[in-house]
């Protein structure tokens, strides 16, 4: 986190002072922090061999810009989405100006990038202000007092808006079948309302031989979770795992206790006092049965959108977060595809509509034929887990389906 005094700063000092964040998902890093952001032995290959030979013409974006000036809150996705036909293809964009870009993710706001056709092939040059060598220019602008959030290690370009897909990476939770069967519940409320929400005060108990307790010293902050729903393989009709949904959050103000009680017969019971929690957020009303899980620590991601380096085929399997079955663009799906199958944050994955089936009504046998399936649009996986993985739906050209196939790219 950094905060800075109000005054003019050049670009340049504001970024040395690390003011602008990678939760902004722009190309605007410090030539420090920047430098530390790998790039693999195949991106810099891929950018090499663009360098010699440019890209086919082919292979730009219908709509390719003859310029485009960088500006904050621009991101890789869009940046190279705007001149190449695959938005997560940044290496190629990089070999395209390999002589003047030493680093690509040293490029700021007021570089304009120019676009240049010759002999089929397509190459880009820096023009305008600023400098490939990693100097931004050097307009003056005003920063104010606030925090701000950084990733301060050395990571991947962030390609996305973080706020697309921030809500999803503490709401969805897949756990097997006995999961949250063995989570703490909830089992009573404050004067025995039946409904609570924010600011309200409950209690709850943990399963047999493992009830909550205080931690000293650290205040416990726990997820709640309910119904957890079966997520099927749309080919198989296997249950891959169990998305349980995400209804709110507490805090544990007391722990759970068990107080041994002798009666006027000398017979000793157990008075078991269960837990005290404090509801701090509530996405939905929660009741009694409701389950508890720690919250995980906070993660600041960044994501390098790529193709698998497999040739991966897999299916949507849900729409997150409602019970239609279609899915519009920057929506978040379910797919049949986890760390098991080698998928991690970032890959890219076409989406494909399946062809219509018709009668060749120009045979006179009359057939049936199956259209060809035909690429939808793409998505991008951004929290895995052993079988199943969320992804953001992108790019799409008409309504994507449960069930709908998925395959690498390119």
């Known amino acids: 986190m950094h905060q800075a005094m109000s005054t003019k700063l050049s670009i340049k000092t504001k970024l040395a002072l690390g003011v602008v964040g990678a939760m902004a998902c722009t190309w605007l890093h410090s030539p420090v922090l920047a430098q530390n952001f790998p790039i693999t032995p195949g991106q810099r290959a891929t950018a090499n061999q663009v360098a010699q030979t440019g890209v086919p013409l082919s292979e730009l974006a219908a709509n390719a810009p003859d310029s485009h000036t960088v500006k904050a809150g621009d991101t890789l996705w869009?940046?190279?989405?705007?001149?190449?036909?695959?938005?997560?293809?940044?290496?190629?964009?990089?070999?395209?100006?390999?002589?003047e870009i030493r680093n690509p993710h040293l490029i700021y706001p007021g570089q304009r990038l120019v676009l240049e056709r010759k002999d089929g092939r397509a190459t880009l040059r820096l023009?305008?202000?600023?400098?490939?060598?990693?100097?931004?220019?050097?307009?003056?602008?005003?920063v104010s007092p606030r925090t701000r959030y950084e990733?301060?290690?050395?990571?991947?370009?962030?390609?996305?808006?973080?706020?697309l897909i921030e809500p999803f990476l503490a709401e969805p939770i897949v756990v097997d079948e006995a999961g949250l069967a063995n989570a703490p519940r909830i089992v009573a409320a404050l004067d025995g309302r039946v409904l609570l929400t924010r600011g309200d005060r409950a209690y709850a108990r943990g399963e047999s031989g493992n009830p909550m307790l205080d931690a000293a010293g650290k205040q416990q902050e726990f997820r709640i979770f309910r119904n957890a729903t079966p997520l099927k393989d749309p080919s198989s009709g296997e249950i891959l795992g169990y998305e349980a949904q995400y209804v709110g959050k507490a805090l544990l103000a007391r722990g759970e206790t068990t107080t041994e009680v002798t009666d006027k017969e000398g017979k000793t019971t157990s008075d078991i006092t269960p837990a005290?929690?404090?509801?701090?957020?509530?996405?939905?009303?929660?009741?009694?049965?409701?389950?508890?899980?720690p919250e995980p620590p906070r993660e600041l991601l960044s994501y390098s959108p790529r193709a698998p380096a497999a040739n991966i085929a897999g299916r949507i399997v849900s729409v997150y977060g409602s019970a239609v079955v279609n899915a519009a663009q920057n929506q978040v799906v379910a797919i049949n595809l986890g760390n098991r199958d080698g998928i991690e944050n970032g890959h890219?994955?076409?989406?494909?509509?399946?062809?219509?089936?018709?009668?060749?009504?120009?045979?006179?046998?009359?057939p049936m034929m199956k259209l060809p399936d035909e690429r939808n649009g793409l998505?991008?996986?951004?929290?895995?887990?052993?079988?199943?993985?969320?992804?953001l739906v992108l790019d799409i050209t008409s309504g994507v389906r449960v069930g709908d196939r998925l395959v690498s790219p390119r």
């Open 151 to 163: 990733i301060l290690g050395s990571g991947p370009l962030p390609a996305l808006k973080a706020h």
């Open 379 to 391: 998505l991008m996986v951004f929290r895995t887990f052993d079988r199943v993985s969320y992804a």
């Open 276 to 293: 005290t929690i404090d509801i701090v957020a509530a996405k939905e009303e929660m009741r009694v049965g409701d389950r508890l899980l």
């Open 127 to 142: 023009a305008g202000s600023g400098s490939a060598d990693g100097i931004p220019p050097t307009e003056t602008i005003r």
């Open 348 to 366: 890219v994955m076409a989406i494909l509509k399946d062809g219509a089936r018709m009668v060749d009504k120009t045979d006179t046998a009359r």
């Open 78 to 99: 869009a940046i190279s989405g705007l001149f190449l036909k695959g938005p997560w293809r940044w290496p190629e964009l990089w070999g395209m100006n390999l002589s």
